[in-house]
């Protein structure tokens, strides 16, 4: 039974399938922090220096979004509900030591257990760049350690557990594409609804990392579609066009979206592949099957539930035969 009224079922797969079958789901997701995060390396922000636009050609320092960062919260998020809802519990699957094989999580973002064998995952995530330049971006603090008293200072000595360290500034925007290989229905909901959900990114997420995902649209097409850098690229062009910038001020959250939706439709009308595209008003439709979905137990049980049968289906077809029927020889 679909659970989806407003996508055509051509646009998916009955079942996952062991080869690729050419379908893709992009999902075009627009990344704005909300407060303080940190994307490091090595204990520096992670940034790449790039042309400011397609057409604006000066170079500028811009904050990168690794891919990691991104995917491993997101996957993190749908094991915690496939948990909840008691797909699979911590004993038989735990992430990065034990993987059970057989549920969503790990058929649909993949595993890897040495010589026990290995699935590749079907989400595929590049890094993000921020629109604004490094130094618009980022701001330097001061961290400290106080003692039991609230204070820096105990029995007249004074600590030294004082450190500095750079974090992303609030509502800075990384325009992201999340891209799903040959969705079932089940799957897309699944992957999608991860994305709605996760709301920590990055280092220190008990603390900080707070960051929001704005989903302005979906393509479904027949072949991968324009990176990231790209979209980020014609982005700022539109922007700088229309002069939105503002420095010291954060970008406007509407100017942004309006712009990445023009830039995505622009960039998609030059593509050489098939695709259908839902962005703005045509998403809409689609954000509010979903949020109905999502609203009641039932229906996060009904996304996991038809998730979890195609899993389980897949593992039993095509990595459990395959080992046991090896054992018999």
Not at 107 to 113: E, K, L, P, R
Not at 222 to 233: A, F, M, P, Y
Not at 244 to 249: I, Q
């Amino acid at each position: 039974m679909s659970l989806l009224q407003s996508i055509k079922p051509n646009f998916f797969h009955t079942e996952i399938p062991s080869k690729p079958m050419g379908k893709y789901a992009h999902f075009l997701t627009v990344r704005v922090t909300e407060s303080y995060p940190l994307f490091q390396t090595d204990g520096e922000l992670n940034k790449a220096r790039v042309t400011a636009g397609v057409k604006e050609k000066d170079l500028i320092s811009r904050l990168a979004m690794f891919k990691r960062k991104q995917s491993t919260p997101e996957r993190l998020v749908g094991r915690e509900l496939l948990r909840n809802y008691e797909f699979m519990t911590a004993e038989e699957c735990e992430y990065n030591e034990k993987f059970a094989m057989d549920n969503p999580d790990c058929i649909v973002y993949g595993f890897a257990i040495g010589d026990s064998g290995s699935e590749k995952s079907k989400v595929v995530v590049d890094t993000a760049f921020s629109i604004t330049p490094f130094d618009e971006s980022h701001e330097t603090f001061t961290l400290n350690a106080p003692y039991e008293s609230g204070t820096m200072s105990k029995q007249g000595a004074v600590t030294s557990r004082i450190n500095s360290q750079d974090h992303i500034r609030p509502q800075v925007f990384f325009p992201s594409i999340v891209t799903l290989k040959d969705p079932t229905e089940a799957t897309f909901l699944y992957v999608m609804n991860n994305i709605l959900r996760t709301r920590h990114y990055g280092a220190q997420t008990t603390r900080t990392g707070r960051l929001r995902n704005e989903l302005i649209g979906v393509v479904f097409a027949d072949g991968e579609i324009v990176s990231n850098l790209r979209w980020t690229q014609a982005i700022y062009d539109l922007m700088l066009e229309s002069k939105k910038f503002n420095p010291p001020d954060p970008l406007s959250e509407s100017d942004v979206v309006d712009a990445a939706e023009q830039a995505i439709t622009q960039l998609m009308s030059e593509e050489f592949i098939v695709h259908t595209d839902f962005i703005g008003e045509d998403f809409h439709a689609i954000l509010s099957e979903m949020k109905e979905l999502t609203a009641s137990e039932t229906g996060v049980r009904s996304i996991l539930a038809a998730a979890d049968q195609q899993a389980k289906s897949y593992y039993q077809t095509y990595i459990e035969k395959p080992k046991s029927s090896n054992k018999k020889k």
